[in-house]
């Protein structure tokens, strides 16, 4: 928690995950973005990707500010990874459940938000219904075969109650005593 | 694994020029590095090719924020941003009407004389702009 009394958690995951959009679902404000043309359709097909940060704030249960930051998806810009992480009482993972590398890359976030430190740690899963997609069961597997214990909800990031379910469930996490946290 | 997209050769070319002339014509600059606006290097001088690609992805991220700073500020649209340090100056332009959008960063150290690395980066950008308009 900042000197203020606010909590600031952190949402990442690759590009196309829905980062912004889950901000923008539930931020009280209008959120900000620095979205800027993509050209990097191969990666991912969509008109725009974020280039710095998304920023909004939401006040949970009439009392407890929460300062909401996303992060670019894209390696490049792991330099904004490291400076937005900075101070932040928990992480939100968002993978797409549709994209054909997605369990390598909730284990390639976990490990870079995760290793060495105890931020808390919550996962949500997209597009689970689509086809090809894999089921939230096979994320969970992977994370156990690593030891990881962590929460997984499927989302859909257009649905508030949806977003706010992660943000709910990582303030938890972030108010329990360190050691009965689940780590990464 | 990204693969950087292909910004046309002919234009390419014609920024990569511009570049040299810069640094011909201006005391102090070290290396420049131009930028799409999602971060993809463009052309660079002087910039070995993973601090190029580093500095695409942050001067991308500078110009995204100050975009964002000036809107929320009323004052329209973020057009440069000047980073003074100690031994030396970096500014970060905005290229007028390139399609696609980019921006170019350049740093120069304590020799140069702001005004005139302002002078010379809104002249190259202006070149690069026009190139890149179609």
Redesign the interface.
């Known amino acids: 928690m900042s000197a203020d009394g606010e909590f600031k958690i952190v949402f990442t995951g690759p590009m196309g995950a829905g980062k912004t959009t889950a901000i923008a679902t539930i931020s009280d404000d209008a959120p900000?973005?620095?979205?800027?043309?993509?050209?990097?359709?191969?990666?991912f097909d969509k008109e725009s990707?974020?280039?710095?940060?998304d920023y909004g704030r939401i006040v949970v249960d009439g009392e407890m500010a929460v300062r909401l930051y996303g992060t670019?998806g894209?390696?490049?810009?792991k330099?904004?990874w490291e400076i937005l992480s900075h101070g932040a009482a928990g992480i939100i993972i968002l993978i797409d459940a549709s994209q054909a590398d997605a369990i390598v890359q909730l284990e390639y976030f976990v490990d870079v938000f995760g290793r060495g430190k105890s931020v808390p740690i919550v996962v949500g899963i997209g597009r689970t219904g689509q086809p090809g997609s894999l089921a939230i069961d096979a994320f969970s597997v992977r994370l156990e075969n690593h030891g990881l214990a962590l929460p997984i909800f499927g989302v859909d990031v257009r649905q508030r109650a949806d977003v706010l379910l992660l943000v709910d469930t990582l303030l938890c996490m972030v108010e329990a005593p360190a050691d009965a946290r689940l780590r990464a | 694994m990204t693969t950087a997209p292909c910004f046309g050769r002919v234009a390419s070319g014609v920024a990569q020029k511009q570049l040299e002339a810069l640094f011909g014509a201006t005391p102090g600059v070290v290396s420049a590095v131009l930028m799409s606006a999602d971060g993809f290097e463009v052309v660079s001088m002087q910039v070995g090719k993973g601090s190029a690609g580093r500095l695409a992805a942050m001067g991308s991220s500078l110009t995204a924020i100050g975009s964002a700073i000036a809107r929320e500020a009323g004052i329209v649209e973020c057009q440069r941003m000047i980073i003074e340090a100690q031994n030396g100056t970096v500014v970060i332009m905005q290229v007028p009407s390139a399609k696609p959008p980019m921006s170019l960063a350049v740093v120069s150290n304590t020799e140069s004389s702001l005004g005139q690395l302002l002078w010379a980066a809104k002249n190259c950008c202006a070149a690069i702009g026009k190139a890149f308009k179609e």
């Open positions: 900000v973005s620095t979205d800027v043309l993509n050209n990097d359709h191969a990666t990707t974020t280039a710095g940060l670019p894209q390696n490049r810009f330099f904004m």
